[in-house]
């Protein structure tokens, strides 16, 4: 009985393991994987993740994400499409907008990137600063 209870554990870890979502943002048309750190910090009113990118760069995502449209794109349209808000206006094609939560930043941002008229789409990354 406890032989086969601690295959059964087993295997559901295993399972659980081989199915992981694998997390990442696009840099352009590169796709940098991301893994998460234990770190999770509040930040003012707003909840930060932190994930270590492939050179180990520790980098904070929260529920913010800048995009550039080309001309004509319907911004609105793609708002109101993946429940985002207008957080600030950059430039005459270019804007910091606001997801729900920080859980949702990282998807959103890339089903934004494969959208028409999305020139790019990536969280607005909180890095630490170090003096030179």
């Known amino acids: 009985m406890k ?26 048309d590169e796709k940098r994987i991301l893994t998460p750190e234990s770190t999770f910090k509040q930040r003012s009113s707003e909840s930060v993740h932190y994930y270590k990118d492939e050179n180990g760069v520790l980098m904070g995502v929260s529920n913010r994400i800048i995009m550039k449209t080309s001309t004509g794109s319907n911004l609105e349209t793609l708002l109101k499409t993946h429940n985002l808000t207008m957080g600030e206006k950059l430039g005459s094609s270019m804007y910091v907008l606001i997801t729900p939560s920080a859980d949702m930043t990282l998807d959103i941002a890339n089903t934004l990137t494969k959208e028409d008229g999305v020139v790019f789409a990536h969280p607005d990354f909180i890095k630490e600063v170090s003096p030179r």
């Open 3 to 28: 032989y086969s209870l601690h295959v059964t554990l087993l295997s559901m870890l295993l399972l659980q393991g081989c199915s992981a979502k694998t997390l990442y943002y696009y840099d352009g």
